[in-house]
């Protein structure tokens, strides 16, 4: 499956790692299903986020990192979603900032408490990414905080349902050639695949890109 999705698409969001750390045998097949300029972004360990919440988290982010290291180069943004009733918590974010050392690191906020000047100008501090996301009708900030964009689109009609229209991909095409401009890297993915429309709506995209 992934040798063929990788003839289309030029990355892939590995949700797995969100719920145990793969062995090297794994990744080392992962890594060769793919070719050269394949990128792979790894989801954080819910261990990191929803039991720990950010805090003391050194030694699990250090094991995450070991753990797919084995990509080499085509490792991408590790991606660190936090549960939806986890408010903001400034020092909390600004201790777990400091013990982060992944070249790219993106977090999803997914309690709008977050959503303040004083928590973008931290990530800008750190070069780490806003992901900008849709979820149940909501639209997170089209906040830009670093020198790539992360991008999760989780459905149109609720939480991974639905398929996105032309005028939303449209939507998101004008973004996208924008950001790219201003010379930003650009990840973008789908995962509206309650029904399988997160592949289509990919192709589609891609497309209008």
């Known amino acids: 499956m992934l040798p063929y999705y990788a003839n289309l698409f030029n990355t892939v969001e590995i949700n797995a ?20 300029s394949f990128i792979f ?55 777990f900032l400091q013990l982060v050392n992944m070249h790219k690191v993106c977090l999803e906020f997914r309690d709008t408490s977050w959503f303040t000047e004083e928590i973008y100008e931290l990530l800008v501090q750190h070069k780490v990414a806003f992901c900008i996301y849709e979820l149940d ?8 905080t670093s020198n790539f964009v992360y991008i999760r ?7 991974y349902l639905g398929r996105y229209s032309n005028k939303d991909l449209g939507f998101w095409a004008s973004k996208i050639k ?20 997160a592949p289509i709506n990919a192709l589609e995209l891609k497309e209008l890109l």
């Open 17 to 36: 790692t969100f719920y145990h750390l793969p062995n090297r045998k794994t990744v080392l097949k992962w890594a060769d299903s793919v070719n050269s």
């Open 41 to 95: 972004s790894v989801k954080g360990s819910r261990y990191i986020t929803h039991t720990k919440k950010l805090k003391d988290c050194k030694a699990s982010l250090q094991k995450i990192k070991k753990a797919v290291s084995f990509l080499e180069k085509k490792e991408g943004p590790f991606l660190f979603q936090l549960p939806p009733h986890f408010a903001v918590d400034y020092e909390r974010l600004k201790e």
């Open 137 to 144: 009708y909501a639209l997170s900030p089209l906040v830009i």
């Open 153 to 159: 689109l989780h459905g149109p009609k609720g939480a």
């Open 178 to 197: 924008k950001w790219k401009n201003l010379g930003k890297d650009v990840y973008c993915y789908f995962n509206n695949d309650e029904k399988g429309y």
